[in-house]
Structure formats: C-alpha cells, structure tokens
T-cell receptor
Framework: DQQVKQNSPSLSVQEGRISILNCDYTNSMFDYFLWYKKYPAEGPTFLISISSIKDKNEDGRFTVFLNKSAKHLSLHIVPSQPGDSAVYFC????????????FGTGTRLLVSP | EPEVTQTPSHQVTQMGQEVILRCVPISNHLYFYWYRQILGQKVEFLVS????????KSEIFDDQFSVERPDGSNFTLKIRSTKLEDSAMYFC??????????????FGPGTRLTVL
C-alpha cells in the first residue's frame, strides 16, 4: 500500500544549487502534507508543511509546492548547503479525525561542497 | 525549544521478553503517537492516543502491543512478548491538535529495539 511515494531514492546536488525533492500521493483524502528531515539514528525533524488549501508555503530556504490535481508535491531547498545532507521524508495526513501520518520511503540528499 | 524525549536510546532483549519503551511528549501537546521503522523500510504508524484512550491503531498494533499514559508526562509502549521481527526503531511523536495547521507531529529521537 504505497499511498505516498518518493520515486527518487537519492539525489546529489552541489552546494549553492537548488535541491528539488519530489513526492506523489494517491489518496485524495489527504489534506495536510509535511516534509521531515532525518539523520541516521535520530528521529524525523519537522521541516515544513502545507495544507491542501494552499499551493505554496515558504520558510527561509525551504519552499513546498503542492499540485492537488496532479497529487504531487515538491520540496525546494535553495541554496543547498552541505548540512542539508540527510534523508528527506514526505508525509501526508487526511481529514478523518486523528491524524496518522503516512510516510514515503525517503530521498537521501547529498550536498557536496 | 520543547522536544519529545525517549528512553532508552537502545534496548536489547531476548525473544519472548516484555519491553517497555518510554516517551515524554511536549508538555502542552494532547495527541500522542507511536511509529516504527524497520531497517531499510519506511516509517510506519502504529497507534495514536488521546484523552487516555487509543484513537486509531494499525494492523501492526496487535494484542502484543499496548500503550499507556501512566502519569501526566509519560507515554509508554509495551510489547508483551517480543518477536525477532519487532526489531526496529520506535519513534514517539506528539502534536498539539489533530487537525489543521497545529497538528504537526514532533518526533522523539527514537529507541532502537533489538530482539535476539
């Protein structure tokens, strides 16, 4: 049951460039989307979120775009920094009461100096 | 900044033994969750908890699992008789609300459970 998919297992970007991480979902009941960053042996750290009533949310270097018709969201990091190297998870929750998160499989981002 | 804490960071146990994983959610949060991540797999929802009762659980959360909020600060996950396949990272999370923009779930650092 892959309701949330991250089709790129890894991404390599040079420092200063833009990183674009993609996520697709299949469940039209999802209405809240989040990106988490995770280092090895640590818990997911919340980065940024977006509600389905918006198509863009920006926080510093991080911008999340949501295309509801395509059931697609993306996370843009600009400029990328070596400290951004981590695994990035897309997660979604639905408007059905208590909000369990459904996670994607993650994309490992490597930002090289 | 408030954070979710979990103890222990690593628990090794023998198959068939009971384990209790402990979490202290963020103090003003009302909704609590357990997730797990088996090595190399995605983070999976186990259970959500609100107002001293389970609000939702996954099919993973069978009769071997239970959760409890024994006091005003701790939230525990008990596995009654551990199996080899219970080996995973277990993450506790909490949120202020369950819907809308304040339902962002904040995760603890995890407990690595190793069942031998």
């Amino acid at each position: 049951d892959q309701q949330v998919k991250q089709n790129s297992p890894s991404l390599s970007v040079q420092e200063g460039r833009i990183s674009i991480l993609n996520c697709d979902y299949t469940n039209s009941m999802f209405d809240y989307f989040l990106w988490y960053k995770k280092y090895p042996a640590e818990g997911p750290t919340f980065l940024i979120s977006i509600s389905s009533i918006k198509d863009k949310n920006e926080d510093g270097r991080f911008t999340v775009f949501l295309n509801k018709s395509a059931k697609h969201l993306s996370l843009h990091i600009v400029p990328s920094q070596p400290g951004d190297s981590a695994v990035y998870f897309c997660a979604a929750s639905g408007n059905t009461g208590f909000q369990k998160l459904v996670f994607g499989t993650g994309t490992r981002l490597l930002v090289s100096p | 900044e408030p954070e979710v804490t979990q103890t222990p960071s690593h628990q090794v146990t023998q198959m068939g033994q009971e384990v209790i994983l402990r979490c202290v959610p963020i103090s003003n949060h009302l909704y609590f969750y357990w997730y797990r991540q088996i090595l190399g797999q995605k983070v999976e929802f186990l259970v959500s908890f609100y107002n001293n009762e389970i609000s939702e659980k996954s099919e993973i959360f069978d009769d071997q699992f239970s959760v409890e909020r024994p006091d005003g600060s701790n939230f525990t996950l008990k596995i009654r008789s551990t199996k080899l396949e219970d080996s995973a990272m277990y993450f506790c999370a909490s949120s202020e609300e369950a819907s809308g923009s304040t339902d962002t779930q904040y995760f603890g650092p995890g407990t690595r459970l190793t069942v031998l």
